[in-house]
C-alpha cells in the first residue's frame, strides 16, 4: 500500500461480529475510518442474506451501513455471470438464470438484470422450451433436496454453474453445519461437473470488489479473520491485508505462513489498524 488507504474492504464473521457478538473495537474502528474518509465495502461469502438484511443485521451490532456498501457472494456471482453474458454477446438475448439458494441468490440476479428463476419456478416451467443458460448456487436455509435435482438437471444440459462459495460449513451456536461447499459438492458428485466459484479467496470476488469501489488495489486495505479466504484472496489480488486476530486464525498460523503469504499486518482487534488510515 502507498500511503493511507482510502478504502476498506471488510469482512463480517470473526471481524465486526460472532455470531450475535459484536467483536471488540471493531464498530469503533469502523465509525474512526469512516470519519477519516475512508470508504467500506463489507464484503461476505454468505448468499443466502440480501444486501439491506446484512445491512439491518451490521446496524444490530452497532455499525451503521448501507446496503450499497454490502456485497455478497451471490452478487459477486451474478456480476461474473453478467460479464459472460457480453463475453457471449447475449445482451439482448434475454438468458434464463436458475437460481438456487436463499433469497438472496435471486435477488442479485435480478439487479443484474437477469430473468432468473427459483428451483420451484423451474420446475413448474418444465416442458417449456426455454433452456436454462446458467446456474448460480448459493445456501439457503430453506432448500430441498429437489433443488439440487433441478440444478443437476440444469448442470447436465449444460448451463453454466457458478458457485457463490465453497465454505465447507456454516457457523451456528450448535456448532459448524454443513454450508453451501457441502451442497455444491453434492450436485458435484451427482453431475461429475465443477463450478466455478466466485466467493472468497477466488479472484471474482476481489476482482468486483475494487470495481464497485472504483479503485486500484494498492490504495484499499482488506481486513478479515481468516487466512485462507480474506487474506489469501486479497494477496492473489494484490490488494494489502491485516489480519485481525478476532476471529478463526491466529498470529502463530499467520508466523508459520512463507513469507509471501503472509498478511502485511496482524492486528489484535480493528482499531489497531487505525494508523493505516489516519
Ligand atoms: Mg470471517
Redesign the pocket.
Known amino acids: 500500500m502507498t500511503g493511507r488507504c482510502e478504502a476498506l474492504i471488510v ?5 465486526v461480529y460472532t455470531g450475535g457478538e459484536r467483536c471488540p473495537g471493531a464498530a469503533e474502528g469502523l465509525q474512526d475510518a469512516r470519519a477519516a474518509g475512508v470508504a467500506l465495502l463489507f464484503m461476505t461469502n454468505n448468499a443466502s442474506r440480501t444486501p439491506a438484511q446484512v445491512a439491518e443485521h451490521l446496524g444490530s451490532v452497532g455499525v451503521q451501513a448501507a446496503g450499497e456498501e454490502v456485497l455478497t457472494s451471490s452478487q459477486v456471482g451474478a456480476a461474473h455471470l453478467a460479464q459472460l453474458r457480453r463475453e457471449e454477446g447475449l445482451e439482448d438475448a434475454d438468458p434464463l438464470v436458475l437460481a438456487v439458494g436463499g433469497p438472496g441468490v435471486l435477488d442479485a440476479l435480478r439487479d443484474e438484470g437477469f430473468s432468473a428463476v427459483t428451483a420451484a419456478e423451474a420446475r413448474e416451467a418444465e416442458g417449456t422450451d426455454r433452456p436454462v443458460w446458467a446456474l448460480l448456487q448459493g445456501y439457503g436455509p430453506q432448500m430441498m433436496v429437489r433443488d439440487l435435482h433441478e440444478a443437476a438437471h440444469a448442470v447436465n444440459a449444460g448451463a453454466h454453474w457458478v458457485a457463490t462459495n465453497t465454505d465447507a460449513t456454516l457457523p451456528t451456536p450448535r456448532g459448524p453445519v454443513p454450508g453451501n461447499g457441502a451442497l455444491v459438492a453434492a450436485v458435484a458428485h451427482g453431475t461429475g461437473a465443477t463450478p466455478v466459484v466466485v466467493g472468497k479467496p477466488h479472484p471474482p470476488a476481489y476482482r468486483i470488489a475494487l470495481q464497485r469501489l472504483g479503485l486500484p488495489a494498492d490504495r484499499v486495505l482488506a481486513v ?3 487466512l485462507d ?2 487474506i489469501d484472496g486479497a494477496l492473489e489480488a494484490g490488494v494489502p491485508a491485516a489480519l485481525v486476530l478476532t ?2 486464525s491466529t498470529q502463530e498460523e499467520a508466523d508459520a505462513r512463507p513469507e509471501e503469504r503472509r498478511p502485511q499486518h496482524v492486528a489484535a482487534t480493528l482499531p489497531d489498524l487505525a494508523h493505516l488510515w489516519r
Not at 11 to 15: A, F, M, N, R
Open positions: 469482512d463480517l464473521d470473526g471481524v478479515g479473520d481468516r479466504t480474506d476471529g478463526v
